[in-house]
């Protein structure tokens, strides 16, 4: 006879409760969902990215340290090579943070945030304690530094600018954390190109900085996955234990280069976007039944009286896609993020078109 078998009885206890990411497509919509670059990726550029998947980039092992994106990176950001480390996007390096710290201890996150420090948390083992944000989204500095002097607390999550509220931590803030604390304080800046100050300068007084950015929004290169973590050596050195030999494919790492070789034609389009986020609060402050706020990203937050899915829904059935916040935190709050200027007409007169509807309460 079978020996009875049940797997939830082999799963880990702490993935019980926890829900497979889905991230549903919908390719009939103008994409205002995920914060990426709106644009067509420039033909020149494509045309040089398309070139390098060619040769030893398809049949060799990538280089595991990925010295020349390294080089390129800290040329960019004003650092030096060994400082940095590379992932299969910052979701990777936000879940190898906590693999290499978080295990059995505490991750404070300043909630309202981005999902994935707790999701990862979870992931790794670590416990995920929400260390509420104030009324203006600001981070509550003291209660922080309560809970991470606690000994079981390990890492710290600071979001800056903050998705996806769009507000930004001052450096007096962070430095502030950053004092008063003896464990990892992980900043997550991939929206820096869009706004917020640059945390760079405190790495150098800090050694218990770590410092996230990405190549997925402002350089449009969602699609290849690629993220950074700027650290001081022995933090890296740590989680070098953990990171998967060959995490960032071969063909990644050369298209990231191009794109920092050529990061002038993003200049541009960054200007743009910049420009249309204010064309984008100005539509949303003219619609009645809508209240939005302050953003140093790509992105808006804005609430209104309703059910944010019945919004959401609404501006799906026009052809719009955004993203639908809610819960105890958000509750009727949903984020745009900023498109071409076709698209943000659009989606202004969608969301118009929908409080009409459903009433402006
Ligand atoms: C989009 C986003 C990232 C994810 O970046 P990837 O490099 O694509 O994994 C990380 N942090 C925040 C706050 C983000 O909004």
Redesign the pocket.
């Known amino acids: 006879m079978r020996e009875s078998f049940s797997i939830a009885g082999l799963v880990r206890p702490e993935l019980e409760k926890l829900m497979p990411y889905e991230a549903k497509l919908y390719p009939e919509a103008i994409k205002l969902d ?2 990426e670059n709106p644009y067509p990726f420039p033909e020149s550029l494509s045309s040089k990215i398309g070139e390098l998947a060619a040769g030893d980039v398809l049949s060799r092992y990538p280089d595991g340290a990925a010295l020349e994106l390294r080089r390129d990176i800290a040329e960019y950001v004003g650092t030096e090579p060994e400082q940095v480390m590379v ?1 299969n ?4 390096l ?1 879940l190898n943070i906590l693999l290499t710290f978080g295990t059995g201890g505490r991750v404070l996150i300043t909630n309202p ?2 999902s ?1 420090y707790k999701i990862h948390s979870q992931i790794a083992g670590a416990r995920p304690i929400p260390v509420p944000r104030r009324g203006d989204f600001s981070i509550d500095v003291p209660a922080l530094v309560c809970y991470a002097r606690q000994p079981e607390a390990k890492v710290v999550f600071l ?1 800056t600018p ?2 996806p509220t769009g507000n930004s931590t001052t450096l007096e803030e962070i430095e502030g954390v950053l004092q008063q604390v003896s464990c990892l304080v992980v900043v ?1 800046q ?2 820096l190109e869009f706004g917020g100050e640059d945390a760079l300068p405190l790495l150098k007084r800090y050694p218990n900085l770590i410092i ?1 950015r ?4 402002a350089f449009a290169l ?1 699609g290849l ?3 950074y973590m700027l650290a001081n050596t022995d933090v890296l050195r740590q989680i070098e234990k953990v990171r998967q030999p060959f995490n960032l494919n071969a063909f990644s790492q050369a298209a990231a280069r191009t794109v920092l070789a050529n990061r002038d034609v993003f200049k541009e389009q960054i200007q743009t976007v910049l420009e249309q986020r204010e064309v984008v609060q100005r539509g949303l402050k003219s619609i009645k039944g809508v209240d939005s706020y302050p953003s140093a990203t790509n992105y808006i937050l804005f609430r209104t009286n309703h059910d944010s899915k019945v919004i959401f829904q609404g501006l799906l059935e026009r052809g719009v896609l955004i993203r639908s916040l809610g819960g105890p935190e958000l509750p009727g709050f949903l984020r745009v993020s900023i498109g071409t200027p076709e698209q943000n007409t659009k989606f202004l007169q969608a969301l118009d078109q929908v409080m009409q509807q459903v009433g402006r309460d």
């Open positions: 995920a914060n992932g996007g910052s979701d990777e936000i945030t981005f994935m979001c903050n998705n997550d991939a929206y996230l990405t190549f997925s929004k969602a996955r690629v993220g």
